[in-house]
């Protein structure tokens, strides 16, 4: 890959990973209402998934989507906002962390309802061949979710329908506070094969891999309609929400995974492609000043009035 | 089409709207070849092709997920659930993602999705086969629920459930799959039903009868019992359960001052209890004797026509219900 | 296999396919309230399994679920009268066909959810085994069961936490009045391979086939509780329910069944062991007297009480 | 244990039914190692170890359904389900499978089985955690619902849930999990709750208000304001929703003349819908003004604090509506 794409790729990620940093911040600090679940580590996943999509093709995410909705290219400031639950947030303050959407960008929203993304995008996918542009459906979910018994109804159906859609699994290995392995007796290479779908497994860690391998994916995808599977092998830093001192988990364990920091391995990447130091910084630098001034604007914004509580319910009012 | 069957009206709606609309389409068991188990799509895969008219397999999470997923991109999908007891499979995806999707986005986008699904007893199905579960969707914002107790209204509520941007679940009483009614010939003149509107079946003074689906014509049949004996009975159509016509529900209560709710589901904690709360409220000045309730018994449906003949709500259970609010 | 137990085996076919056929006769006459699922074609099946099974283990069943349940040794008499919705079914009139049940006998139910056995049964063998007495449950579903979600999340649970219960698919190829194939782009063996679960497959229309493999399977399972698969393919000779005309279907593919119809197949084996035409006219007249009886008593039988309503809503009246 | 707090008296309960129980096991996710997500089960499995508690996969409509074949197959399991909203993905097996077992099998056995979960708002959790689903529930007849509002009530009504032969939902406040009350040292002190009685919380002569969960202590505060102005109102806490106390609550109207029916849940079709309702028929020539209700508006659940404190109920508008149900 070239440097000026690694670049790219590198400033991406780097945009979720400090736009994660500040909220957790904002978190401790009492400014972020809900639950916060944070993808720190995970970045290169929705970073390299995102390198072959447009607007046009949809995706959908589930309750660790701050990486899926800012790689898909939605508002910064208006994601911030959201999740501070300002009037000016993608969804007006009433989503949150778990329910940021941007139907203009194909972005159909987080979830948090375990495994929910699989029908919707499968659906998704459906209208896009119905509509026949080529565009495709992207599904995010971990590897908790592979219990949820929908996965198997959507790889099911879009098997048999030759539905443009990727199943995209970030496999962390954590499904909240349990090693998944504690809780699954297969994995998604078996499952993709009972349905003959195509599998391929990937470093989610290693953004290049993730951006090679899913545009090789969508691009046949986009040729002629069938599903695929990628998993991606990926590492959760922070606990499962924001406030889980992860006591369960092994210190070395965590302390190991900055060996495996995608933004570690981007770096050195560009490094090996002959990026400088300067380079870096300079995007580095660009990066904070985009994260600051979304999050000052969106601790400027104003709340959502209380009298809006019952707006956009419905479409228009009936009866 | 005079003397147009209720099913049939179903089907012409299903055909007159994927016709005016190509994001129309259907998903559901076996509602191609075989064309429904009600038969509420037959021919329609023959007429619009396997396109727009998708057999599933018995996945009814997935398919009315999909169709969620459809409607936020750009399609109009029409899911049936076989029967409504089946829905128990789809609360997540109705209730979580379609009820919800407009509101929590921001008002980004709707659902313009409807379920079509048959409650209700009569065929001794038993008691997996013959719930009406319609006061669960009505206690869900974001979800409108309509429920046609004849022809004409099956088509004009369909078709405007199709029209609607936001999710709409239609309850067709299995029952009344066989009524026969009046459908205009010339497409042009068949009609939509505004939802959230009722209708006065037949009017009358001295009570009103508030009821949908299937209960309407036994409401019918109690007003004319009354008749007989000089009491003026309006009875009322909800059409629309969510929202219902409040205002055309007060306004009769204020004109006879009695009231009886009727329908087949269960009564506790059934959509009558909703229409008395609030006429108990609002309409609370108007009322001359109690406010009472006709509906199913706190059982689950039972197989055996013995036993699901006498767990039916009917007529007679209405007439002394408006004997007893009248006393 | 000897001749006698031929000859049991037979027997209970037998009494599976004289009841369905009678049961036939009287909805044709009017007498059946609701649906009426026959299993004509099927009956070797749960004959063949439950050869492996005491009163001690459960089965679980689906809307097709004569069979199942006779062959579980329920009372013939309190079957008819369940069916033809009598006071003194099994059920008390309440259930009717899709709902037999006899939990003295371990018969956990006939059920009118597709796929709704799966995890009654899975939770059932957890019981089972928390027991320790090495009984086992065993799930009878269909191949359109194939596409729910649940068996997903019951086949990973199984054999996740080791459940002594067995899968017992009826492929008849069929699901209502769609080929199945058209349903689904996996299949049992795919699935039970992805996790991890012995899979075994029968002739489902031949009865010693289906009992050798069961007892088997179920022998194992008691001694080491663990999951198993067993798809028999089978014949669905009716329609979907009494009054479907099966135009959906070839008229030669109807026809060509009875080659593979279980009962004359066991007869024809019975031959070949040494059985003769006496001894199997013996049989039948018995088996004709007993349900001629069972008819008898039900048709006699009194209708439930609709004053019963309420009754059995609850164990006790609280409040 | 004086300053017990609710969600550690949930967790005794459990603790104590286990003990005195070897067929009562749990399920759940995360119920094992990590104790729950609101720590209900803490220490349970280093107590009871993995034969009795089992840590599951994502799977809520298994576990669901497992608990049925279990209590079937003479276990008494209790599911933990995280959240209420994922009920969405039980319900066919709470439904058609658990409410109906001892009536359709006519009456050969029952499901002693229990779902806790915990519903309504307060943790910005938004509108897929947060939602009230009771009225559901209590609308299918073979299930039983109850929902505690304080630590003893919460060890009480688990009790005698698990203790009960039919399924048991009992709905936990999340908002309270935090809540302190006394509960016995000695376990013999520790006194089951029985199911479908009520409690007056406050007595008083003036104005009843019905209410359950959260609504209890927001009903309190009420009738705290109105005693200033002079005016006594009755607090009753109906702790069990089906069945439900309806002879207190009648009592009481007899009494006072005037009510008002509160909880956090969404009121159109809520739980306040039926008592209402009932109250409007048995309870009609008691009264002397309007029934009201008190619910959240018709909305799902918004995020964020100010939109969520807006919407949900508080004492004010119990309050306001005494004033107007008074005026
Ligand atoms: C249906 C449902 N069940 C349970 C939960 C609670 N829950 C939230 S995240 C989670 C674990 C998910 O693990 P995984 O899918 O691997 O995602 P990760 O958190 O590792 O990114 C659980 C159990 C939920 N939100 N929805
Ligand atoms: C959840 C659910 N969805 C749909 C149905 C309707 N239905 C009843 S039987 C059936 C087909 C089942 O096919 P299969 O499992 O192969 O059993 P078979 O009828 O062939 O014995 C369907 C779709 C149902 N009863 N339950
Ligand atoms: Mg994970
Ligand atoms: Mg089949």
Known sequence: MKLDELARLHRQMLVIRRAEERLQKLFADGLVPGFLHLSIGQEAVPVGVSEALTDCDTVSSNHRGHGHTLAKGVDLKGFFAEILGKATGLCKGRGGSMHVADLSKGMLGANGIVGAGLPITTGSALALKMQGQGAVAVVYFGDGALAEGVLHECLNIAALWKLPILFVCENNGWSEFSPTERQLATSLDKLAKAFGIKYSAVDGNVVADVATTSARLVKAMRKNAAPAVLECSTTRVRGHFEGDRQDYRDGDEIAALSERDPIRLSATAMAQAGGTPEMLAEIADAVDAEIEAATQAALEAPLPSSADILTDVYTSVAG | ?327
């Not at chain 2, 004319?224 to 009322?236: L, N, Q, S």
């Not at chain 2, 009695?258 to 329908?263: E, M, T």
């Open chain 2, 1 to 327: 089409m005079p003397e147009t069957r209720y099913i049939k009206a179903v089907n012409q709606a299903l055909a007159d709207a994927m016709e005016a609309d190509p994001t129309v389409f259907l998903i559901g068991e076996d509602i191609g070849a075989a064309g429904g188990s009600f038969k509420a799509t037959r021919n329609l895969l023959e007429k619009f092709g396997p396109e727009r008219v998708y057999d599933s397999p018995i996945s009814e999470a997935a398919i009315t997920g999909m169709a969620v997923g459809a409607a936020l991109t750009g399609m109009r999908p029409v899911v049936e659930i076989m029967f409504m007891d089946f829905t128990t499979l789809s609360m997540d995806m109705l209730v979580n993602q379609a009820a919800k999707a407009r509101s929590m986005f921001g008002g980004q986008g709707s659902v313009p999705m409807v379920l079509r699904t048959p409650h209700g007893g009569g065929l001794n199905a038993g008691p997996q086969h013959s719930q009406c579960l319609e006061a669960w969707f009505a206690h869900v914002p974001g979800l409108r629920v309509v429920c046609p107790s004849n022809p004409a209204d099956a088509y004009g509520l369909l078709r405007a459930a199709i029209d609607d941007p936001d999710p709409v679940i239609v309850v067709e009483n299995k029952a009344l799959y066989a009524m026969k009614g009046d459908l205009p010939d010339a497409p042009e003149d068949r009609e939509r039903i505004e939802i959230g509107k009722g209708r006065i079946v037949r009017p009358g003074r001295d009570a009103t009868v508030v009821s949908y689906g299937a209960a309407v014509a036994m409401a019918e049949t109690a007003a004319e019992t009354m008749a007989e004996e000089g009491i003026e009975v309006e009875v009322i159509d909800l059409r629309s359960i969510q929202p219902w016509d409040e205002s055309l529900v007060l306004e009769s209560l204020t004109r006879t001052h009695n009231l009886v709710v009727a329908h087949e589901a269960v009564e506790a904690f059934g959509v009558g209890a909703e229409i008395v709360a609030r006429m108990a409220d609002i309409g609370f000045d108007q009322l001359d004797g109690p406010i009472l309730r006709v509906g199913a018994p706190f059982a689950p449906s039972p197989f055996g026509k013995t036993l699901e003949d006498a767990y039916r709500p009917d007529a007679n259970q209405i007439v002394a219900a408006l004997r007893r609010t009248l006393a």
